[in-house]
């Protein structure tokens, strides 16, 4: 991933940021079966934050640069190496980035 790729995929980067800091049980049972079932065992896990778009992110992944901490609580996300899937519908996601845009989380 390139600086570039950031802006145009800023939109599940702040869902995994939101996700992050505003934890949801079901959104961190997707993110530990990601990690613990794929990306703690894949060759492309990077540990020491070599191939990380923004430095100091790490753990990341070696494909695509992404911190691993935000892309698997991003549930729009999917794994570059096709490991596992975003697990919103087209119309979920829509909805999803017209709330991150107008500020709210979209639970209600």
């Known amino acids: 991933m390139k600086i570039k790729d950031i802006f145009n995929n800023r939109s599940q980067i702040l ?15 997707i993110a530990k079966e990601r990690w613990e079932q ?13 191939k990380c778009t923004v430095p100091k992110t790490e753990p990341c992944c070696g494909e695509c640069g992404c911190s ?5 609580r ?3 996300s999917s ?3 096709d ?3 975003a697990v919103l519908t087209d119309e979920e996601e829509e909805k999803l980035n017209k709330n991150i845009k107008d ?6």
């Open 103 to 108: 500020g709210k989380d979209g639970s209600k």
């Open 15 to 29: 869902e995994g940021i939101k996700n992050k800091l505003f934890k949801k049980e079901h959104v961190e049972a």
């Open 83 to 85: 490991k596992w899937n």
């Open 79 to 81: 794994c570059p190496l």
């Open 74 to 76: 991003s549930l729009s």
């Open 38 to 50: 794929h990306c703690v065992r894949c060759d492309s896990l990077d540990r020491d934050g070599k």
């Open 68 to 72: 691993l901490g935000l892309k698997i």
